[in-house]
């Protein structure tokens, strides 16, 4: 998996902030129909970012790239926000072509835009964790950073959704270790690769954007784009083309399998 470091300076200026935060108590209010339809599983022990009132189920721990839509599906993730620019704009263009997609935020911009988060989960998507703060070298780092970007990121996206768990972690720039898979898994997060990544994050033209989800897609049905991290506006030009196309070629959208 590519690693996503170009364009991502501004991740550098939060890192010193997600260091400092103290994990919090969250309520029994976070269960939510969300939270029920996690997968089977022994019930893991709880660790001390771990959410109150039980632990959520294990599932997989595997990378999934599956469309839970079958042959046809396809899968339409969105990473590095929630971006108060960028995100209401793809989300209009999901509404409008009728698409659900999976989320997967950041602590810090959840954190920061705790609305938007609402109104993804509002609007039908599914959310992924996608760690503090977009760390791509974590799985160089000890297993207590990793356990804390990624348990410290789930509580914060939980709290910013009103009780919404992450259904899925995605590691930043595809960055996992056998101790992130099992330790999200243990929190009912399924480990969520990517077969199409349009590199959006390059900026380099929609009309790029576009033919290289055209190209790829033989790969499989999971597609990578981004709604923050920078200017985005290619991707959501990219995403105007590449919906109604994906629809004409007779492709059912749904979400990754867990």
Known sequence: MARHGGGRGWYGKVVGAALGVTVLAVGASVWTAQADSVGGGPTPRASASATPGGAAKTVDISIAHASDAGPSGVNITIDDGPDPAWTPQVLDLLEEYGVKATFCMTGLQAEAHPDLVKDVVAAGHRLCDHTVSHDTTM????????????LDAERMIIEASGGVRPMYYRAPGGAFTPYSRKLAASHGMRPLGWNVDTKDFERPGSDAIVATVKRELSNGPTILF?????????????????????????????????
């Open 226 to 258: 981004h709604d923050a991290g920078g200017d985005r506006s290619q991707t959501v030009e990219a995403l105007r083309q590449v919906l109604p196309w994906l629809k004409e070629q007779g492709r059912t959208f749904g979400f990754p399998v867990r």
């Open 139 to 150: 799985d160089k780092k000890s297993e207590a950073y990793q356990s804390k970007e990624i």
